[in-house]
Structures are given as structure tokens and as C-alpha cells.
């Protein structure tokens, strides 16, 4: 027969050991591994108690003990008066088989104490959590095998502790897990119901952009029709020039509220035809006169394009992008002032239409926000009163980029500010 033959004690040392491993890595909370563990230790050695030790900083706490009479449970001392703290400090095994002459055993610690020889070994070596230990009330030496078995104890109590660790960890993300499904689902109600409302309130846009079309058209209508007499006094002219004024205004500004709706559904799709961009800049100059009169205005086109600069594009949108950026530019420009539009040709296949103004400038940290829905910027610190009418710069950007084109603010030279839009020729 060859190899060694484990003898009977050897095999029930091992089964036992086994089976203590088994318990440590079920067992729910540290308690519960530090009396499996002492429990084990005694059987393991025959020792009359054994100790379950876990470092508390510069202390040992003697945490669980199982023994003929407890010695030490639930107290704490010093890591240099104790064979424990030794053994954490130096991270190995301490075999004592008289603590009456051995050095590291504080004498009168253990003087009262049935305690004549120990075993002790660390919890974790690498970083020692803590240590196991086994005691006689006779003098005794602890065999090499008895000290192995009580350091694979200690190490599958290592292990049962990290599981412990990991185990907490676990539960904590799954509780934190938990929350954020019931975040997420609180969030996808409340997006649903913003989706609701935002539905609800473009229904209701809608309904009051066609109830503003149909009395502005009617004032439209009569305006025009009063300013075709040639014998209309000057004075009723300025007049009835100022009520079409305003009711184009007002149509405009239902058609922005309708287009900006639909550009959200994606349905804002420009209808192309050939126009002369010169020819449609000086009808948007002819159309807001009146109001750049009101107030001592004056509307200058300037040149930078040949006479006939002509694109394809959707002349109804781009008129009111015109008109729009031209009234938003007499609005925030001084009175007695001037707005000035120019419409040129670019070395690269693109139109660009600028509108100058004369007022206090856009800053640079609020130029991303002007087209924004229904922004109005108040910016007391940048001298501005109010930049943006709600939906008219909004519906520029959807109407330009419809068109494949962008619209942009740039610094203006002299003050001011300078609106950019470009055209794909």
C-alpha cells in the first residue's frame, strides 16, 4: 500500500472541518460566523475553549467564546497585552505551550485563568481581520495538524466574512436597484402625462391659431380694401396702414403658432419654388413701414446682392422668417433708429440675408437661448428689456433648417444686434 493512511481521528478532524466550512459560508450575519467558528475551533483540537477575536483598531475584541467557563467574552484589550493582538500584528500562527514561560503572554492577564497552554492563528494573513484561538487548562502542545486545521478554519472564516461583506452590498444594490425601477416608472408616468399635456396644449394652440386667422383676415380684407382709394385723407391712410400692420401681426402670429406645432410633428415641409429674395425683401420692408413709422423708425435695405437674387425656397415661410427677424429688430431697437437688411451671395453655394439693429446687443451666454419655445430672456445686467416674441424666433430656426439652411446671432460691429440666415442657393 503507499501514500499515508489518514488515521480515524484524522478523517473525522477533516469531515468536521468540512462541514464547519459549509455552515460559515450559509451563516446570514457575523455573530452567527464567530459562534460557528468557536464552536468549530473546540472541536477541532479537543481544547477546553476557544476564542473567536476580532480587531478593533488598536483593540482585540474578544467577540464569541465557547468554553467550560467563559473567560474573556465581549471584552477588548490592548493588541500588545494579548497572544491575539500578536498574532494580527505578526500575521501568523502562535503555538504557547506554557504561557508561564513564554514572553508574549502577559502573565497576570492570565494568572486567574484556568489556562495553562494556546493556539492561535490569524484571521485573513494579508490584512488580519481578526484571530482564532484554542486553550487547555493543562500544559500541552498543539500538533502541526491540529494547527492546520485551525488555520483552514480560519481562512474559510475569512471568506465567510467577505461573503458577508459582498452579501450586504448585494442587497444594498438590489434595494437601490429597486428604487431606480420605481424612478424610472414614477418618471415614464410623469413623461406620459407631460406627453398628454403637451398634445392638449398644441389641440388648444391649434384651435386658437385658426380662431386668430379668421378675424384677421376679415381686418386684412378691410384695410387693404380702405387703402386702395385714392382719395383716402393722409391721415386715415397712417391709420388704416397701422390697423394692417397690426392684424398681419396677428396672422403671423397664428401661423408661427400652427407651424411650430406641425414642425414638432415633422410635418413642417417647405413647398419650393423659384422667388426673387430682392423682390420679397423690399415687400417685407413695404409691409412693416407703418410700424417703423409709429415709432420714428426706418427700415433700410442695403445693397450686397445683384437686383435679382433668386433661390428656391417656400416664399410663404421665408416671408414671415423676414418678417419676423425685421419686427423683432424694430421692437428691441431705439426709436428715431434704423434696421438694416442685406441679402448677398456667398463664394460657397449659399444666400445669406443679415438683419442689423441698433439696440443693446444679444449676450454671448444668452444667444443658444433666443430660439427656444416661448423664450423671453430678461437680462437686466445686459441692458436688455426683452429678447424674443415668444414663437417668432422659434419658428425662424424650424423654417430655416427646414429649408436645409441655419440661422445664427454674430457679434455686430458698433452694437446691436446682427441675425444670420443661411440659404441653400
Same mark, same amino acid.
Given at each position: 500500500?503507499?501514500?499515508? $493512511?489518514?488515521?480515524?481521528? /484524522?478523517?473525522?478532524?477533516? /469531515? ?9 459560508? !450559509? ?14 475551533? !473546540? ?14 483598531? =488598536? ?30 500584528? #505578526?500575521?501568523? @500562527? ?14 497576570? $492577564? ?11 492563528? @490569524? ?21 502541526? #495538524? ?11 472564516? &475569512? ?15 438590489? &434595494? !437601490? ?10 418618471? &415614464? ?99 412693416? =413701414? ?29 416671408? !414671415? ?20 437688411? /442685406? ?7 449659399? $444666400? ?10 444679444? @449676450? ?18 445686459a441692458g436688455l428689456s426683452s429678447v424674443g416674441r415668444g414663437l417668432g424666433l422659434t419658428f425662424c430656426k424650424l423654417a430655416v433648417e427646414a429649408h436645409g439652411g441655419r440661422i445664427e446671432v454674430r457679434d455686430n460691429e458698433g452694437g446691436g444686434s446682427c441675425f444670420c440666415v443661411l440659404l441653400p442657393a
Open positions: 500500500m503507499s501514500g499515508p $493512511v489518514l488515521s480515524f481521528r /484524522e478523517n473525522h478532524s477533516a /469531515e468536521r472541518l468540512l462541514c464547519a466550512l459549509q455552515e460559515l459560508w !450559509r451563516a446570514p450575519d457575523l455573530q452567527s460566523i464567530a459562534r460557528i467558528a468557536a464552536r468549530a475551533a !473546540r472541536e477541532l483540537t479537543g481544547a477546553d475553549g476557544a476564542s473567536f477575536v476580532l480587531r478593533d483598531g =488598536e483593540l482585540c475584541h474578544y467577540v464569541q467564546e465557547d468554553a467550560i467557563s467563559s473567560l474573556w467574552q465581549g471584552r477588548r484589550f490592548p493588541m500588545s497585552s494579548c497572544l491575539s493582538g500578536w498574532v494580527m500584528q #505578526h500575521r501568523s @500562527p502562535a503555538v504557547v505551550d506554557d504561557i508561564a514561560l513564554d514572553p508574549r503572554i502577559p502573565s497576570e $492577564v492570565y494568572r486567574p485563568t484556568f489556562v495553562r497552554s494556546m493556539a492561535m492563528v @490569524p484571521v485573513h494573513a494579508r490584512a488580519p481581520l481578526g484571530a482564532i484561538g484554542c486553550y487547555w487548562g493543562s500544559a500541552r502542545v498543539a500538533t502541526a #495538524h491540529e494547527v492546520a486545521l485551525l488555520q483552514a478554519l480560519a481562512d474559510g472564516t &475569512a471568506v465567510a466574512m467577505e461573503n458577508i461583506v459582498l452579501r450586504e452590498c448585494v442587497e444594498k444594490a438590489q &434595494a !437601490r436597484m429597486s428604487e431606480l425601477d420605481a424612478a424610472t416608472r414614477d418618471l &415614464a408616468e410623469r413623461c406620459g402625462a407631460l406627453a398628454d399635456s403637451q398634445r392638449q396644449n398644441d389641440a388648444l394652440n391649434e384651435l386658437l391659431a385658426h380662431d386668430l386667422r379668421s378675424p384677421a383676415a376679415g381686418i386684412l380684407l378691410t384695410a387693404r380694401v380702405r387703402l386702395r382709394d385714392q382719395d383716402l385723407p393722409e391721415r386715415e391712410r397712417r391709420r388704416w396702414s397701422r390697423v394692417l400692420c397690426s392684424a398681419e401681426l396677428i396672422q403671423r402670429t397664428a401661423m408661427n403658432l400652427l407651424d411650430t406645432s406641425s414642425r414638432r410633428l415633422g410635418t413642417l415641409v417647405p413647398r419650393l419654388e423659384e422667388i426673387d429674395l430682392t423682390a420679397l425683401l423690399e415687400e417685407v420692408a413695404e409691409i412693416l =413701414e407703418p410700424f417703423a413709422a409709429s415709432r420714428g423708425q426706418r427700415i433700410e435695405l442695403r445693397p450686397g446682392a445683384p437686383r435679382s437674387c433668386r433661390l428656391r425656397a417656400d416664399g410663404g415661410l421665408l416671408r !414671415r422668417v423676414l418678417q419676423n427677424l425685421v419686427d423683432n429688430a424694430l421692437r428691441h431697437g431705439p426709436a428715431l433708429g434704423a434696421v438694416y437688411v /442685406e441679402a448677398r451671395r456667398l463664394d460657397a453655394p449659399w $444666400v445669406e440675408v443679415v438683419v442689423r439693429d441698433e439696440g443693446p446687443g444679444i @449676450p454671448v451666454h444668452l444667444r443658444d437661448h433666443i430660439f427656444d419655445r416661448y423664450a423671453r430672456l430678461d437680462g437686466q445686467d
